[in-house]
């Protein structure tokens, strides 16, 4: 029986949002098979809510907006990330404002919330979009592209001309535990000298040296060490795995994507669902196997039996 999967319980946290500096309160709730991914603000009349498709796309400057009429939610890719990580297919993430708290900005209090929850199959079918011809989309100078691959496997590479950042580019195929030991703690970043732009452009009113790395000319602005050397290409590859979870469906290929961001992510979500010649649905096998990744304290890689979500 291939399944879907949503939590066990109900699973709360509260903090600030990154960008607009507002306290919030958010709760993953279990929901029923085929709902997928879904929003629900409870600080507005009537409770709206929004379902993560790629639509239901907003604004992309700085994170990842869902927007639906006049109601939206900023830098939901954080969330969404370690959502569709743990192979989880449907969700209800309520929210008592605009944006879901930034917590220490990378996906790793996420992902201890909802396997603290624990994860429960479902009856229905989880269908993947196995890729069987490549795909390519640009924007200025930055470039994604997917060609088949049994797996999900993600090459990135930056950028930057800050020298403490430089050229970085990761490979990894991207499993349960490999994004909860190699990509989760990874946390957002900016340069030191773009925070006065940041400011003024009203963005970033929650950032602080709690929840971001900030990078001077010459050194790290935080006391902590960086979590990982390459910590900046690891936190792109975090995102990315949240915008495509816009694709509605877990994806089978290679991807590859050069000085990335958020809109080069969800450029080529709709660039692939407009071209369904170049991939197939396949039925998710192994599925059953996201169930083992419960409880929480056997998050210690000899304690955690989870096989690859994608892999055959
Ligand atoms: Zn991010």
């Avoid at 409770?47 to 498709?53: D, H």
């Avoid at 694709?247 to 990335?260: A, E, M, Q, R, S």
Wanted: charged share 20%; aromatic share 6%.
């Amino acid at each position: 029986m291939h399944t879907q999967h949503t939590i066990k319980t109900q699973v709360s946290c509260s903090g600030i949002g990154l960008h607009t500096g507002n306290p919030v309160n958010m709760t993953f709730h279990p929901a029923s098979p085929q709902s997928g991914i879904v929003f629900k603000r409870i600080d507005i009349d009537g409770y709206p809510t929004i379902k993560v498709s790629p639509e239901h796309i907003g604004d992309l400057s700085y994170a990842t907006t869902i927007q639906q009429g006049d109601i939206s939610i900023k830098t939901i890719e954080h969330v969404l990330s370690a959502v569709s990580a743990l192979g989880i297919t449907n969700l209800l993430i309520e929210l008592d404002s605009n944006e879901p708290p930034i917590l220490d900005g990378s996906a790793a209090c996420f992902v201890d919330m909802l396997l603290d929850a624990g994860l429960t199959s479902q009856r229905g079918q989880t269908r993947v979009m196995q890729v069987r011809q490549s795909l390519e989309v640009r924007h200025k100078d930055s470039i994604m592209s997917v060609e088949p691959f049994d797996g999900l496997k993600i090459t990135y590479t930056i950028d930057f001309p800050n020298p403490l950042i430089g050229t970085q580019t990761k490979t990894m195929r991207v499993t349960p535990l490999a994004y909860m030991s190699d990509l989760a703690h990874a946390r957002t970043f900016c340069m030191y000298e773009e925070i006065e732009y940041l400011w003024k452009m009203g963005l970033s009113k929650g950032g602080s040296l709690d929840n971001a790395v900030v990078f001077g000319r010459d050194r790290v602005m935080n006391d902590a060490p960086l979590r990982y050397a390459d910590e900046p290409v690891r936190h792109k590859m975090l995102d990315l795995i949240g915008d495509l979870t816009f694709l509605g469906h877990p994806i089978c290929g290679h991807i590859k994507v050069y000085k990335g961001g958020h809109l080069l992510h969800t450029k080529f979500v709709k660039e692939l669902l407009a071209h369904p010649e170049t991939w197939r649905y396949v039925v998710e096998r192994d599925i059953d196997e996201h169930l083992t990744i419960t409880p929480r304290n056997a998050s210690n890689e000899a304690g955690l039996l989870v096989q690859p979500a994608f892999a055959s």
